[in-house]
């Protein structure tokens, strides 16, 4: 019984620290830190997350726009857009606090047409994250054109995602 959990010991290491966590749950990030070990989460090197959001986590419909049927009930977009803005910030703290992360790709693709929302501010937890040597923050081209050269430090490369299309071809 002792070999075995020994054999299991050695290798969740090698799991951890060799393969790419892959997710497009943000939830998954976010709860991570419940979910794993400390010293588990820290042997993770390599991230990918690709995450589907229609509205700046800052964001709080006013007007009657975005979505008409939630402004009959203002609370409830209150407490959707809090809980919106602290997942999105559970997220970038959990990216941030991998001591082990070297890699890191985050993808937004952004439904609706809300592309014009999208502000330098809304990444400003990418400066956050100081350990990844290379992260690669892929967004929707309007958004990427915008957002190049103003978010993170320099080991973050924004590009369109219509650019990585095109380069994986």
Not at 15 to 36: E, G, H, K, Q
Not at 52 to 74: A, D, E, H, K, M
Not at 123 to 149: E, K, N, Y
Request: net charge negative; proline share 5%.
């Amino acid at each position: 019984m002792s070999l075995t959990i020994c054999r299991y010991s050695e290798s969740i290491d090698f799991l951890y620290s060799s393969n790419t966590f892959d997710t497009n749950d943000a939830d998954v990030i976010a709860f991570l830190p419940r979910i794993l070990l400390p010293h588990r989460i820290n042997k993770i090197r390599n991230v990918q997350i690709l995450l589907s959001i229609s509205l700046p986590p800052s964001y709080l419909p006013t007007n009657g726009r975005p979505v008409l049927t939630l402004l009959q009930q203002p609370e409830k977009i209150k407490q959707h857009n809090h809980y919106y803005k602290k997942q999105w910030n559970a997220i970038w703290k959990t990216l941030s606090e991998m001591e082990g992360l070297e890699i890191l790709r985050v993808e937004l693709t952004m439904h609706g047409r809300h592309d014009h929302l999208w502000e330098v501010e809304e990444f400003d937890c990418v400066q956050w994250l100081h350990r990844p040597r290379d992260i690669s923050l892929l967004l929707p081209d309007t958004v990427a054109r915008r957002m190049t050269g103003k978010i993170g430090m320099g080991n973050c490369t924004v590009k369109s995602s219509i650019e990585e299309d095109a380069d994986q071809w």
